[in-house]
């Protein structure tokens, strides 16, 4: 079955890079997705990557894929105030019509001046 | 904006009521899923419907209920509320396979 887990809480500072944990236990080919939540606010799809890869970069987001730990990371660089918000990694499996998302707990990052 | 619309977006009402949340997706889209988010609960998936057929379920409880117009707006129809029904209800589409974006949510209140 699906399970994923996130640490509940990271705080940086301004201008740091933050990284965001996640893992997951399941081991087919699996899309794994990161959404950013503001208060408030519905789900932002940030990135996403598929289980046959290592990293995945897009401007200041770097996903790192560890398959063998089913380990997943979301790093920011040069961290925003902006980006304090709520982060939810999320898998799905591949294939067929029926894809449904199974979300981690979520991790507020908490940035500071 | 994602493109997915999702009305209403407060809803207040009353133990033992019936509401109805609406979501129309992306242009194009023909997936529809709905996700309920509460503080106990997290982010849980409840069904999906693909082109007007349903095509998985989550959690979805018997009073709840949901369906997919030829048009491929949704609703989630939700009845005999009960407290813990209190939530964000998020409505998500796509194209097949592919990622889903979400609504802004529906938050209902049951008091």
């Known amino acids: 079955g699906e399970d994923v887990e996130q640490s509940l809480f990271l705080s940086v500072r301004e201008g740091d890079s933050s990284v965001i944990n996640c893992t997951y236990t399941d081991s087919s080919s699996t899309y794994l997705y990161w959404y950013k939540q503001e208060p408030g606010a519905g789900l932002q799809l940030l990135t996403y990557i598929f289980s046959n890869m290592d990293m995945k970069q897009d401007q200041r987001l770097t996903v790192l894929l560890n398959k063998k730990d089913k380990h997943l990371s979301l790093r920011i660089a040069d961290t925003q105030t902006g980006d304090s918000a709520i982060y939810f990694c999320?898998?799905?499996?591949?294939?067929?019509?029926?894809?449904?998302?199974?979300f981690g707990t979520g991790t507020r990052l908490q940035v500071t001046l | 904006d994602s493109g997915v619309t999702q009305t209403p977006k407060h809803l207040i009402t009353a133990t033992g009521q019936r509401v109805t949340l609406r979501c129309s997706p992306r242009?194009?889209?023909?997936?529809v899923y709905w996700y309920q988010q509460s503080l106990d609960q997290g982010l849980q998936f409840l069904i999906q419907?693909?082109?007007?057929?349903?095509?998985a379920k989550g959690n979805i409880l018997e009073r709840f209920s949901a369906q997919q117009f030829p048009d491929l707006h949704s609703e989630l129809n939700l009845s005999s509320l009960e407290l813990g029904d209190s939530a964000l209800y998020f409505c998500a589409s796509s194209e097949l396979g592919s990622e889903q974006f979400f609504g802004p949510g529906t938050r209902l209140t049951v008091l």
């Open positions: 242009s194009g889209d023909l997936s």
């Open positions: 999320a898998e799905s499996k591949v294939g067929g019509t029926a894809s449904k998302l199974t």
């Open positions: 419907y693909y082109n007007g057929e349903e095509r």
